[in-house]
């Protein structure tokens, strides 16, 4: 079926849809946009007019019966004269599959029904200048290759007997080397080599001198205006007529037009055309290399999958120009929460170079945050694109605003390969959705696999306490001036029964948000007092033992009650027991909290301040709570033998601790070194792997047998 009007120095469109309807309705928007029509039912019959008319561009329905729009536009894509039309794909199927198999089969852009028809004449335009763009483009290209393939346009040589270097005037200019007014050296042939690349340059020249063998090299020079020009390099050897290497001819040739036309020719292929974001085939090209790398370094990354809510509604309300300019906006905002994303909790990102931010289609845009350290790195970029997003935009008079909805998937717990990775994102950005829009939610199973995890923990927990799978190792404490022990510090393990000896860092967080830790903190203080009664009893020396309490909510722990039914039950005074607790407690301020530790002291008990100098440090509250004990923390105390600032922050503590009449103690010390810094400095004791690692109640008391530990 053929009508055909006014094909002189019209674009020629060819319509190929089954509903006669729907092909008479864009045959008239596409007359009205200048275009000259051609038609066809069926797939078959298009392949036959394409090969006889010619046409400039294809609006090409999906489904239709002997050949449907895939089989088609591979067919077309496969002939000699294919290759650079224009095809439109029109399909009523809304899936995400069936997108991906148009532009497989080498659809350039798709259309879903219903049809605006106003738009489609406009679109039709664009896409046929961009398709003869990209076949000048390609033209340009194969005629400057082929031009600089035979045009020597400066040259240059070396003479391989006598190693003498000669350029000519040509290749002089090409290089930027006009203001010099003497044989130009082959230094001078280097010297306009930009900066960066002048090492590879000159390595590969003067390999190829060593080895008397020819090379081709691109690379970039400055000129003296600050110009920019792409040299082609390429060189051969000249052999005497003895077969003996003589002479290294070589020419440079400027490929600047080439390198532009490259460029150009890219960014077409890789990057939106409207936002100049990365396209579906530059994300899904850097995502697998991303793969392979996670893959070779053990690392993670993340994708998140955004999706504007209800952004057909904006398109409907103010029309595609609106939600345009609407998706050229959002864009730059997530540019802008990308490079602001590194500065939480110390970097999320190693650098914004680590991320990718790409346009799917549609209001569908996709990130890839690479190398993120953790999940919880995600969540944090995720959490500033919900807060950005609803800005107010002013666009051509008309305030909107627009909230997203957000998938994580994590690599490799949430897929190992692209299509899993990116499934899982969009799942769980559906997720998202169904929770109310405006919120980001993680893949569902890498969520119930941390929860399980958790909750596994926090199970164990309860169970530990019934079956004594808690443990308390002693590191001694020891007085610097003679090394005797004088007191211990109490530290708790959990010796699981399938997962072997769990630090407290990964238990006690959760057992402070479920409340397990006033029953472990009870455990603590009975177990100590316990233990030091039992060495007592021993006729051991009698020591101080210090526990450490976990700060969370002390208020609510009837911590006093516990430390006195301990000291009880233990027959042990008050004097043995020392009370660690850290920065946080007193930063809490709390009128309760205040009152606990003026019981403390009230019950004898002498206080000790924990990791002194890493926190929220303040001097006033150790005026208005006195402590008997500041520690200093390890972390400077393992650099003071190299950091002038850790010896100095000592130094001051030091001399702070003793006017407050504190005793001061020195953790982590490691080496003989630190022990007589340290000391010198006026310490009063120190606990550290020196004198003894923490050890079980047994050995412990070997230690305190000895006189001293030396």
Known sequence: MLDKTSLDEKPLALVVDDDLSLRLSMCA???????????????????????????????????????????????IRSMPTGKYTQILMVTGLDDTESIERAFEAGANDFVAKPINWTMLGHRGKYMLRAGRAMEELNKSKRRLAKTQELALLGNWEIDLINNSFHCSPEAGRLLGLTKVHRQISYNDFLASVAIQEQDRVKEKIDSAVKFKRPFSINYRVILPDGAQRHI??????????????????????????????????????????????????????????????????????????????????????????????????????????????????????????????????????????????????????????????????????????????????IFPVDGKDMELLLKNADSAMYHAKEKGRNNYQFYKNSLNDAVSERYSLEQGMRNALKRDEFVLYYQPQIELATRRIVGAEALIRWLHPQKGMIPPDKFIPIAEETGLIIDINKWVIQTACRQNEQWRQADLKPIRIAVNLSGYQLASQNIIQIIQEALADADLDSSNLEIEITENVFMQETKDTIGILKQMKDLKLRIALDDFGTGYSSLSYLTTFPVDVIKIDRSFVMGCTMLENSRVIIKAIIAMGHSLGSKIVAEGIETEEQFELIKGYGADEGQGYLFSPPVNHIEFARLLAQECLL
């Open 29 to 75: 928007a596409l007359a009205k946009a200048g275009f000259a029509t051609v038609e066809a039912e069926n797939g078959r019959e298009a392949v036959e007019i394409f090969q006889s008319d010619a046409p400039d561009i294809i609006l090409l329905d999906v489904v239709m019966p002997e050949m449907d729009g895939f089989a088609t536009c591979s067919a």
């Open 232 to 409: 082609l390099n390429r060189c051969e050897i000249f052999f005497n007529e003895n077969g003996v290497e003589e002479m290294m001819l070589g020419a440079v040739q400027d490929v600047t037009q080439l390198k532009n036309a490259e460029e150009e020719i890219r960014l077409l292929a890789f990057y939106d055309s409207l936002t100049g974001l990365a396209n579906r085939t530059l994300f899904m090209d850097r995502l697998g290399h991303e793969i392979a790398s996670a893959n070779r370094h053990g690392k993670i990354f993340a994708l998140l999958f955004l999706d504007l809510d209800q952004f057909k509604r904006i398109n409907d309300s103010f029309g595609h120009h609106i939600g345009d300019l609407l998706l050229k906006n959002v864009s730059e905002t997530l540019q802008k929460c990308i490079r602001k994303s590194d500065s939480a909790t110390g970097p999320v990102l190693a650098s914004d170079s680590d991320t990718l931010i790409a346009r799917l289609g549609g209001d569908e845009f996709i990130i890839l945050l690479s190398d993120i350290q953790k999940p919880e790195n995600a969540a944090i970029v995720a959490r500033k694109i919900i807060q950005a997003i609803p800005t107010v935009y002013v666009l051509e008079g008309h305030e909107i605003s627009v909230t997203t909805s957000i998938g994580i998937s």
